[in-house]
């Protein structure tokens, strides 16, 4: 089962309210997205655990409705 852009926006917005997100469907097929987020939560964090508190936001989506996803972080 595949999880839809506007599923994962809405998690990450739940998440990261004043985020910027870009979401690219990589393949087309719902299941494999790269992700741009930028967010103040990430100020003085390593990029693990930007990454970390990107998949908590994703309350295990990750490797179950979402097989992959390419992320970059940064802080603002």
């Known amino acids: 089962?595949?999880?839809?852009?506007?599923?994962?926006?809405?998690?990450?917005?739940?998440a990261f309210p004043e985020a910027l997100i870009t979401i690219t469907d990589l393949a087309g097929d719902g299941d494999h997205y790269g992700l741009e987020i930028a967010d103040k939560a990430f100020a003085g964090k390593s990029r693990v655990q930007q990454h970390q508190l990107v998949y908590q936001a994703l309350g295990g989506k990750m490797g179950g409705d979402l097989h992959?996803?390419?992320?970059?972080?940064?802080?603002?």
């Open 1 to 14: 089962m595949a999880i839809d852009k506007d599923t994962l926006q809405n998690l990450l917005k739940t």
């Open 68 to 76: 992959a996803l390419a992320i970059k972080t940064r802080a603002i």
